[in-house]
């Protein structure tokens, strides 16, 4: 079993910018990827960005390609979402998820944490 938890959403004017962590835990941790998606009130979830935990390589939806960077710290068990030039469309409820394995989809899920920007 793995834990996600989430932190770092809040308000913020269009412009600004947020980080996002989400700590990973549990008895034993092991995985391929994580990644973080988004959803909006009436939108479906989307897919925002992922990073491979051994390799570091990384993948961006095209909407946040250039303003947001995902990384993570090994030791901690934390992956990040530093998010610049946010946009009012950027507001939506942030949750990072963790994949065990390739091509498997992803098998556990934060609880989320909401991004409000502001115009």
């Known amino acids: 079993q793995v834990q996600l938890v989430e932190s770092g959403g809040g308000l913020v004017q269009a412009g600004g910018s947020l980080r996002l962590s989400c700590a990973a835990s549990?008895?034993?941790?092991?995985?391929?990827?994580m990644g973080w998606f988004r959803q909006a009130p009436g939108k479906e979830r989307e897919f925002v960005a992922r990073?491979?935990?051994?390799?570091?390589?990384?993948y961006y939806a095209d909407s946040v390609k250039g303003r947001f960077t995902i990384s993570r710290e090994n030791v901690k068990k934390t992956v990040y979402l530093q998010m610049n030039s946010l946009k009012p469309e950027d507001t939506a409820n942030y949750y990072c998820?963790?994949?065990?394995?390739?091509?498997?989809?992803?098998?556990?899920w934060g609880q989320g944490t909401q991004v409000t920007v502001s115009s």
């Open positions: 549990g008895r034993t941790f092991s995985s391929y990827a």
């Open positions: 998820a963790v994949a065990l394995a390739a091509g498997k989809g992803y098998d556990y």
């Open positions: 990073i491979r935990w051994s390799s570091g390589s990384t």
